[in-house]
């Protein structure tokens, strides 16, 4: 019930086109969900969040897609850089303070020149 | 804005001996906040809420008197591994809370010996 299923777990994008990662969350109780971006040896900084109340949130190169019914969610980078090969982290936790996030699994990416 | 850091960043010492990470938010305060560890290559795992002023709640199997929480101040918490073994090596990552969302310090790496 607490799980966020995230996929795949690495992958490889050449510069300029589109990455995407999936998450899939169980818990209908959820209703935020930031991603991550995580460099080696750094902590995770939040790169762009949503919540249920729209479909899609965009910011900049960064676009989080929401389906509420099928309880998923992605993200898309758009115009992929070899600056954006990170490990990338989805979450979901419910709204309020004191709440706990739930990670997905990680998604190793490498953009190749 | 939202900025946390963690003092240090690498530790190494023996095993028996007792580390303490400090966690500080810089620019806003945080009623609420989380430590984390992670395995290489893996994603966060939470071991404990704290808030300001009260105990820390401890997550399912985290040893509570091995991993001190103490959340003094608004800015400040602090996580002292007591007897740290060399399993106890890890990356330990902290977070404050803000306007609902997590912020997170840049990791303190620790090595027992």
């Known amino acids: 019930q607490q799980q966020v299923k995230q996929s795949p777990q690495s992958l490889i994008v050449q510069k300029g086109g589109i990455s995407i990662i999936n998450c899939a969350y169980e818990?209908?109780?959820?209703?935020?969900f930031p991603w991550y971006q995580q460099f080696p040896g750094k902590g995770p900084a939040l790169l762009i969040a949503?919540?249920?109340?729209?479909s899609e949130k965009k910011e900049g190169r960064f676009t989080i897609s929401f389906n509420k019914s099928a309880k998923q969610f992605s993200l898309h980078i758009m115009d992929s850089q070899p600056g954006d090969s990170a490990t990338y982290f989805c979450?979901?936790?419910?709204?309020?303070?004191?709440?706990?996030?739930?990670f997905g699994t990680g998604t190793r990416l490498t953009i190749i020149p | 804005g939202a900025v946390v850091s963690q003092h240090p960043s690498r530790v190494i010492c023996k095993s028996g001996t007792s580390v303490k990470i400090e966690c500080r938010s810089l620019?806003?305060?945080?009623?609420?906040m989380f430590w984390y560890r992670q395995f290489p290559k893996k994603s966060l795992m939470l071991m404990a809420t704290?808030?300001?002023?009260?105990?820390?709640?401890?997550e399912q199997g985290v040893e509570k008197d091995k991993f001190l929480i103490n959340h003094a101040s608004l800015t400040l918490s602090t996580l002292t591994v007591t007897s740290a073994h060399p399993e106890d090596s890890s990356f330990y990552i902290c977070?404050?809370?803000?306007?609902?969302?997590?912020?997170f310090g840049p990791g303190t790496r620790l090595t027992v010996l």
């Open positions: 979450a979901a936790s419910r709204s309020g303070g004191n709440e706990k996030l739930t």
């Open positions: 818990n209908t109780a959820f209703d935020y």
């Open positions: 949503i919540r249920p109340d729209v």
């Open positions: 620019d806003f305060q945080a009623t609420t």
């Open positions: 704290s808030n300001e002023g009260s105990k820390a709640t401890y």
């Open positions: 977070s404050g809370e803000r306007y609902n969302e997590q912020f």
